[in-house]
């Protein structure tokens, strides 16, 4: 059987499931070990911070990408796609360093380089949908919903924290994600419904 082919049965025939897109599979799989990257900068983040509420929002953001990870894990499985061991040590290893440097580098850059990640991270989830749809496949709009409407949460967890700081601007200007500048085009406010968001970041992902 394929590495990416899942079994299922219609009137009570055995047939095969192609998950025939790489573009899909390699998403899947560097997300997955994204993630873990991700929960460990949170970890060094959070210790990093004094104020007590703080620690608390951004050890909740890494129990999210925990969560991200194991969902992530749950639809790779459904297609038996293997996790990448090339990209779960170059995450881990990034996940540790950036951990490390949040002791190091004071109180604005670890909140800016979040909300820049995150930001970049919700395009991630509305691309696998995209991707799933041209496979026919609609079964994992929901959870692949959630999934980026939570990170862009978090980017606007980060951008709160540092938008009227002195920094930004500059910050922003140098890469290009700010209080004026996003790499998606989703507004919480004005959400669109589940069966409609794969017209999410549907430039960039053509671009």
């Given at each position: 059987?394929?590495?990416?082919?899942?079994?299922?049965?219609?009137?009570?025939?055995?047939?095969?499931?192609?998950?025939?897109?790489?573009a899909?599979?390699?998403?899947?799989?560097?997300?997955?070990?994204?993630?873990?990257?991700?929960?460990?900068?949170?970890?060094?983040?959070?210790?990093?911070?004094?104020?007590?509420?703080?620690?608390?929002?951004?050890?909740?953001?890494?129990?999210?990408?925990?969560?991200?990870?194991?969902?992530?894990?749950?639809?790779?499985?459904?297609?038996?796609?293997?996790?990448?061991?090339?990209?779960?040590?170059?995450?881990?290893v990034?996940?540790?360093?950036?951990?490390?440097?949040?002791?190091?580098?004071?109180?604005?850059m670890?909140?800016?380089?979040a909300?820049?990640?995150?930001?970049?991270?919700?395009?991630?989830?509305?691309?696998?949908?995209?991707?799933?749809?041209?496979?026919?496949?609609?079964?994992?709009?929901?959870?692949?919903?959630?999934?980026?409407?939570?990170?862009?949460?978090?980017?606007?967890?980060?951008?709160?924290?540092?938008?009227?700081?002195?920094?930004?601007?500059?910050?922003?200007?140098?890469?290009?994600?700010?209080?004026k500048?996003?790499?998606?085009?989703?507004?919480?406010?004005?959400?669109?419904?589940?069966?409609?968001?794969?017209?999410?970041?549907?430039?960039?992902?053509?671009?």
């Open positions: 059987m394929h590495p990416c082919t899942v079994p299922f049965y219609i009137n009570s025939r055995y047939l095969p499931m192609n998950l025939d897109h790489s899909l599979v390699d998403l899947l799989r560097k997300a997955y070990s994204a993630e873990k990257a991700a929960a460990f900068a949170y970890q060094g983040h959070a210790g990093a911070v004094k104020d007590k509420e703080e620690k608390i929002a951004i050890r909740q953001i890494e129990m999210d990408e925990w969560e991200h990870r194991k969902e992530v894990l749950h639809i790779m499985r459904q297609y038996s796609i293997p996790v990448s061991k090339l990209y779960e040590i170059r995450f881990h990034i996940g540790k360093i950036i951990s490390f440097s949040c002791y190091l580098i004071g109180w604005f670890p909140f800016y380089f909300g820049r990640l995150e930001s970049g991270n919700v395009c991630e989830y509305f691309r696998m949908m995209q991707y799933f749809h041209e496979l026919g496949i609609l079964e994992h709009n929901q959870v692949l919903y959630e999934m980026g409407m939570k990170e862009k949460e978090h980017e606007i967890y980060f951008l709160g924290k540092i938008k009227n700081k002195r920094m930004l601007p500059f910050f922003e200007k140098l890469f290009a994600w700010g209080a500048e996003s790499f998606n085009d989703i507004d919480l406010d004005k959400k669109y419904p589940v069966e409609a968001s794969a017209l999410y970041c549907k430039k960039r992902s053509e671009g």
